[in-house]
Structure formats: C-alpha cells, structure tokens
T-cell receptor
Framework: EPEVTQTPSHQVTQMGQEVILRCVPISNHLYFYWYRQILGQKVEFLVSFYNNEISEKSEIFDDQFSVERPDGSNFTLKIRSTKLEDSAMYFC??????????FGSGTRLTVV | GDSVTQMEGPVTLSEEAFLTINCTYTATGYPSLFWYVQYPGEGLQLLLKATKADDKGSNKGFEATYRKETTSFHLEKGSVQVSDSAVYFCALSSMNTGFQKLVFGTGTRLLVSP
C-alpha cells in the first residue's frame, strides 16, 4: 500500500537554528498538509498546499514557517529559527482529491 | 470554532473487555466525523468515519455512530485484543473550498493487557 514517508523520525536542534522536515507524499497525490502535535495536546492543522501554493494556513503558521515542494516529489516544512515551543511531533499528509488523507509516521522535533 | 473533546487516557483494559472511548464535538454546519488510530512508531491511520447523522462507521470490530442530537461519536469495540493497544484520535472535518481540514481531539491511549 502506498505510504507517505517522513524523515528524519526524530530530530534534535538547538534553539534559534533552522530545521527542515522532509516528507515524500504518495506520487499521484495533489494536496499536501502539515499537522503538529505538542506532547499531550491536540493534533493541530498547520498548512495545506495545492498547485504549488498554500491553500490555507493556521495562525500557528507564522513567518517562521514555510513550505516548499522543491522537486515534484518532496514536500518540506522549514522552521527558520526554532523556539522551545516548536518541540512537537510533525505529521505530513497527502490526498489525491482533497478528501481522505494518508498520514506519514511523523517527525519528532526536540528543540533544546 | 470547531472543536473535538475526547476522554482522557490512558484506558487500561484486559483482553476481551468492552471498550468505549467517548468523543463529543462542536461544529457549525454538518461535519464528517472520524476515528484515527496511531500504533507505536506509525502514522495516523483512518479507522472509521461517518459523514452524516445516524451513520455508523465500522472497521476491524470497532464501531461509532454519528449522533447529532448529542453531538457525539463514541468509539466502541465488544472485545479488545492486545493488538488494539494504540492511541485513538477523534476528529471532524471542517469543510473548506477544495479540501478537507481535520480538527482533532487530544487522543486517548488504550492499553490492553493479556
């Protein structure tokens, strides 16, 4: 069964550093998403991406965050200057039609 | 805004016990409702869904009924197995132009012992 692949599974970074989380969506999918879960809290929508542009972003997704689909296969989330409160599990998801997701297994980001 | 509330965990059961995980929601309009499951080290997997009032979603012995009058979507299973140990997330979709955005609850960890 096709999978959404996220790398790395766990990343530790120092506060203030830039970090890039990588995702390989399912190859024929057109809609891409990032969600995050701070430990013990809700899974929260960050951003959706379609046709090479952001469709919608949450208020969490401020100027420190950006997304890119650089080469037609990868979908990346960049955090420019990480803060302690960015520590969370980040989930990538993709969808062929915009309805019905396939999620990746997540990247646990720890900011120290 | 839309929100989902689910019971705190962990829920600890013995094998073959009956499972209920409560979920209630607040939403404008008529959302679709979902249960997702996350097994250790894996991603979020869709377990079941219901798209309108009184629909029952079911999969792998799990069931949930969309109750509009009580704004609930409780997850049930008649006889749990050790392999059901996982984190269960209730979610709703808030409809937006062109795509579906999910609003999740905090998740409930289920631990099943032999």
């Amino acid at each position: 069964e096709p999978e959404v692949t996220q790398t790395p599974s766990h990343q530790v970074t120092q506060m203030g550093q830039e970090v890039i989380l990588r995702c390989v969506p399912i190859s024929n999918h057109l809609y891409f998403y990032w969600y995050r879960q701070i430990l013990g809290q809700k899974v929260e929508f960050l951003v959706s991406f379609y046709n090479n542009e952001i469709s919608e972003k949450s208020e969490i997704f401020d100027d420190q965050f950006s997304v890119e689909r650089p080469d037609g296969s990868n979908f990346t989330l960049k955090i420019r200057s990480t803060k302690l409160e960015d520590s969370a599990m980040y989930f990538c998801a993709s969808s062929q039609t915009g309805y019905g997701y396939t999620f990746g297994s997540g990247t646990r980001l720890t900011v120290v | 805004g839309d929100s989902v509330t689910q019971m705190e965990g962990p829920v600890t059961l013995s094998e073959e016990a009956f499972l209920t995980i409560n979920c209630t929601y607040t939403a404008t309009g008529y959302p679709s409702l979902f249960w997702y499951v996350q097994y250790p080290g894996e991603g979020l997997q869709l377990l079941l869904k219901a798209t309108k009032a009184d629909d029952k979603g079911s999969n792998k012995g799990f069931e949930a009924t969309y109750r509009k009058e009580t704004t609930s979507f409780h997850l049930e299973k008649g006889s749990v197995q050790v392999s059901d140990s996982a984190v269960y997330f209730c979610a709703l979709s808030s409809m937006n132009t062109g795509f579906q955005k999910l609003v999740f609850g905090t998740g409930t960890r289920l631990l099943v012992s032999p």
